[in-house]
């Protein structure tokens, strides 16, 4: 109970900042509806708010969160519509110019996919079926890191599952068009929480690289 009451003056806070000083910003969305210029992809994991971690107002970014951040293919987009529906709405309705997919350090869900147990009951199912959508990631992994230890296999495919997402968000032919147009941008970004950094994928070096480094802290 005490988790609920926190969140209850977690609101009043909200209330005081934003209905309060930014009655005006609020005022707004209500009035002209929601225009986010880009749509978020981001794990359900409670350490990786993507609203919390880039520090964003209300109506800034379009969000949508999974275990470990993934991208059904086209193929599959009417058996995981959950996510997919909200990548159409963004994408479609209204008309988001930048879709970041957002993965993070020590995710539960790529370590559950490199683990590769077998599922015991119908909730572990479920899981295991979803982590099926990252399987090349796994798969390109162990490949390419014949031998190496469990810790550096899942960091790898923790960034190798936002590629996997990329290429799956290409494969949605009104995606596909809108980024060959220069209306739509992808991006993958790689949280580490564990030294505070911000990651971007860069295609043209094929790694993730540095985008935001790690606070210097003053003596
Ligand atoms: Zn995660």
């Not at 009451?5 to 930014?22: A, D, E, I, N, V």
């Amino acid at each position: 109970m005490r988790d609920v009451t926190k969140f209850l003056s977690g609101f009043r806070r909200f209330q005081r900042s934003y209905l309060g000083k930014q009655r005006g910003l609020y005022a707004q969305l209500v009035q002209q509806g929601q225009h986010p210029r880009a749509l978020v992809i981001a794990c359900c994991d409670s350490r990786c708010d993507p609203a919390l971690l880039m520090d964003c107002d209300p109506g800034d970014m379009f969000v949508v969160r999974n275990v470990a951040n993934l991208v059904p293919p086209h193929v599959q987009a009417t058996y995981f519509a959950a996510t997919t529906s909200a990548i159409a709405f963004a994408v479609h309705n209204l008309e988001v110019e930048h879709i970041i997919v957002l993965g993070h350090a020590q995710c539960g869900g790529i370590r559950a996919l490199m683990e590769h147990k077998a599922p015991t009951c119908n909730e572990e199912e479920l899981i295991t079926k979803w982590l099926g959508i990252a399987e090349e990631a796994r798969r390109r992994v162990l490949n390419e890191l014949k031998g190496k230890s469990m810790q550096t296999l899942t960091h790898a495919c923790e960034q190798s599952a936002i590629l996997v997402s990329l290429e799956n968000l290409m494969s949605y032919p009104w995606i596909s068009s809108r980024v060959h147009q220069g209306k739509l941008g992808l991006h993958g970004w790689y949280f580490d929480m564990q030294h505070g950094e911000l990651y971007e994928y860069m295609p043209e070096t094929g790694d993730f690289q540095v985008l935001v480094n790690k606070l210097e802290v003053e003596a």
